[in-house]
Every structure is written in C-alpha cells, then in structure tokens.
C-alpha cells in the first residue's frame, strides 16, 4: 500500500513538472524573463499565463522591456507601471502601459508615451508601435522635438529607422524664426527637413509664405517653394511657379511667371533674383521693370533697389511720360545712362526722333544729351507744324536746356513798385561737324 501511494506520488509530481516545462518551453520560443522580484503561473482555458512582479525584465529578440507588473502568455506581453522598452541602443520607449502582441510583433502604448530615437523624442497618450517596421503610428495628436524645431499633428507616424516622420491633420511647426501651418508634412529627422505635400503657410516675421509643394532646409534656413508659391512681405510681394530663398545668404529667386511687387518698384519675367542685402535685382526672359513713371523691357535687366541704376543685354525698350527709347543695350550710371546698338529715341510730345549707335541721356529729365554713331552721322527728324519733317544729320548731336526770366514791374495800390518773374524753360539743340539740314523746302550744310 504504501509502496502504491509513493508511486502515485511521484506520477503527480513527475506530471506537474511536466506541465510546468511546457509553460517555460512556450514562453521562452518567444520570450525571456530575466528576473521579477515575484513569478507565478496561472492555469487558464487557453494555457497558461505567467504574472511577473516588481522589478521586470524581459528580453524579446534584440528589444528589453522593463516594468512594475507584467503577464505573458503565448499570445501577448502586458505590462504596466514605469513601462519601458529599448531596441539596439537606438530606441527608447517610456509609458504607462504596453501591450505587446508576440505574433504580429506590434505594439499598443498607452499613457504619457515619450518614443526616443537619436535626437528626436515623440510625445503622445497613445503609440501603436510596429517592432518589426520600426514605426510608430499615432492617431490622436502627438508632438515631436528635434533639436529646437517642435512639431505637432492629429495623426501621423514615426519611421525611426528611416529617419522619417509623417505629419497629417492640423499640422504645426514651431521654430526660433517662424511658424509653420500645413495639412500634410513630411519630416526627415537627419536633415532637419519639412517636405511638403499640400497647401502649407509660413509665418515669418515679417512676412507670409504659402505653397503647395517644396521643402524647407532648417538647420540651414533653405528653402524652395512650388505650386501657387506667394511670398508677401510689409512691403513687397513676390509671385512664382516656384519661389527659392536662401535665409544666409539673404538670397530670393522667382522662377516661372515671376512677379515682384515693391514700395516703388515692380518687376516680372520669367526669372528674377533678388538680393536682399545690397538690393541687387536681375529679371531675365521677358524682362520687365517699373520704377516710377520708367518703363524698361529688355531680354535680361540688372536693376537695383537702393540705387536705382540699372542696365540690359538684348533688345531693350525704356518708357516714361513722354519719350520712348530703343537700343541693344541700356544702362544707367549714376544720373546719366547710355544706349547703345542701333539706339531710336523718340520725344512723343514733341515729334522728335533720333537714330544713332550711342545715346547718353539724363535719367532725371528723361531726356537725351548726346547722341553720336561710332561710323557716319546721327539723324534727328523734327515733326514741323503741318506735315512736314525737319531733318538733321551730323556727327554728333547734343541737347540741353536752359531757363530765361523776364521781369515785369508794377505799381500796386499804395503805390509801390512790385516784381514779377516769369520763367520758361527752352529746349536748345546743338550739331557739331558735317551738320546738314534739311525738309522738304530747303537744305542747309554747315560745321556747326
């Protein structure tokens, strides 16, 4: 009998032990628990659950849970309480709780998530987490902090070993020289990057950027703007298909329909680049400036902001009030300018044209002062009262003006004598070496 019952015995044991080893061979095919202040197993209808307490480590393939409390089964890891996960030295994961499905290898985190990866942290109450992809899903608002550029969305996710991130939904950005508002963005992480992928504003400090397309250099303050770019400053607004500003270098250009609309000047073409630190302007392709009651086309203008001097390379028009002028190449220097190739300026008020190869003329009087050809005469043409042209061709011609007072005295009431000057201004023009003129009723030939 008794030898019976110590069999029996043993038969239990051996059974129990058996059933103990089945429960560390399931786990540990998935699982290792390095240590709990406290283990035990629990028998369940579907296995076995092991509840770990105080002090938990666990080892999954190359990721380490720590937490207060834990429970595993061959399904799932839960923790709670101080919960952390770490990945190969590159990922670290703080929360309430976890739970982690050990089939799917993904992860639901819940309670004041912090997701650290290099120099990026994610905040968020809850983190769907991808073990085998390395990415974090959120679904209701997060913030990630990388270096001092802070953003914030409704949904996204954190692609951790792409240093990527995806920003949806009442998207912001938060940094030292602006903010930034969008419905989608992309972060890449290792170049302090923001893509963006639809309509986006900018906010600077004294301007407003919008776009649809482009990204934005951080660390540099790089940035290019595409699809219905607008830059709109306190005093200048800039239009393009796409807009490039360099912060450092101060440096904007307007490629494709540019458009600049200054305080006193605009431009369009089909390039413009500005430099914001001398106020240097070039404008090319279908080049046009406007400054003042001056209107000048060309292929290519150089044009600058402070100075207002200016100059052309290719066919190029310049328009004021009332004088036209045409010439290959047109440039200012300082209150003068001068036109040259094949160089037609023309007085609309006053019917007088001039055809040379070299035009100097004043900016201020929109006049010209010295017209001469490099081979053979200059020709002026006079409209003359009537129909007739008078016709003047010389070496050189010049033009100048010059103002004449009259005085007219008076006595008034109380008998005083009274002045009045009277002033007008008298238009003079001077032809120098082999001058001929002529119409349709007499010619004259002289030196001068």
């Given at each position: 009998?008794?030898n019976?019952?110590?069999t ?6 051996l ?8 429960v ?12 709990a202040?406290?283990?035990r197993?629990i ?27 834990a429970r595993i089964?061959d ?7 101080d ?23 993904e ?11 290099k ?6 109450d ?7 992809t ?10 990630l ?5 802070e953003?914030?969305s ?15 939904q009442?998207v ?32 600077l ?17 790089y940035?290019v703007f ?8 306190e ?7 796409t807009?490039k ?25 089909d ?5 914001q ?10 080049a046009?400036?406007?400054?003042g009651e ?10 600058n902001k402070?100075?207002k001097?200016?100059?052309s390379?290719g ?6 009030a ?21 160089v037609i300026?023309?007085?609309t008020?006053?019917?007088?044209r001039?055809d ?10 929109s ?10 005469p ?7 009262d009537g ?15 010059d ?7 008076s ?8 002045y009045?000057y009277l ?6 023009l001077?032809?120098y070496?082999?001058v001929s ?9 002289c030196?001068?």
């Open positions: 009998m008794k019976f019952i110590a029996l015995l043993l038969v239990f044991v059974a129990f032990l058996a059933k103990a080893q089945d560390d061979t399931l786990a540990s095919e998935k699982i290792k628990i390095v240590y202040d406290l283990q197993t028998k369940t209808d579907s296995g076995f659950d092991r509840y770990l307490e105080g002090r938990v480590q666990i080892i999954k393939d190359s990721s380490y849970f720590y937490c207060d409390t089964n399904n799932f890891l839960k923790g709670w309480g919960v952390s996960m770490l990945k190969n030295d590159s990922l670290e994961v703080f929360a309430d709780s976890l739970v982690y499905d050990l089939e799917t290898e992860a639901d985190i819940y309670g004041s998530v912090y997701v650290q990866s120099d990026e942290i994610l905040f968020s809850y983190i769907h987490y991808d073990d085998r390395d990415i974090a899903y959120y679904t209701d608002k997060a913030i902090r990388s270096k001092e550029v953003l914030k409704k949904r996204g996710e954190f692609r951790t070993t792409e240093d990527l991130a995806i920003f949806s009442k912001s950005v938060v940094d030292s020289a602006f903010q930034l508002f969008a419905d989608t963005l992309l972060y890449r992480t290792d170049l302090n990057k923001a893509i963006f992928k639809g309509p986006t504003n900018i906010v400090d004294s301007a407003d950027v919008y776009c649809e397309a482009g990204y934005f250099l951080l660390d540099v303050d940035g595409k699809k219905n770019a607008r830059y709109v400053g005093k200048d607004t800039a239009i393009a298909d807009i500003a360099d912060g450092v270098g101060k440096i904007v250009e307007l490629i494709g329909n540019a458009y600049y609309q200054g305080e006193t000047a605009h431009a369009e073409g390039y413009i680049k500005y430099n630190r001398n106020g240097d302007v070039e404008v090319r392709g279908n046009f400036v406007l400054d001056q209107r000048l086309r060309s292929d290519v203008i150089f044009y402070k100075t001097l200016f100059s390379e066919r190029s028009t310049i328009n004021s009332s004088n036209q002028l045409q010439a290959d190449n047109i440039e200012s220097l300082d209150k003068t300018g001068r036109a040259i190739g094949d300026f023309q007085d008020s006053g019917g007088v001039i040379s190869d070299i035009l100097e003329f004043d900016q201020a009087q006049s010209y002062n010295k017209a001469y050809n490099l081979e053979g200059a020709l002026l043409r006079a409209k003359m129909s007739d042209s008078l016709y003047i061709v010389a070496d050189t011609l010049y033009s100048f003006q103002i004449t007072f009259d005085t007219l005295s006595y008034d009431q109380d008998s005083v004598l009274s009045t002033s007008d201004t008298i238009d003079y001077t032809a070496y082999k003129v002529y119409n349709a009723n007499f010619q004259a030939v030196d001068s």
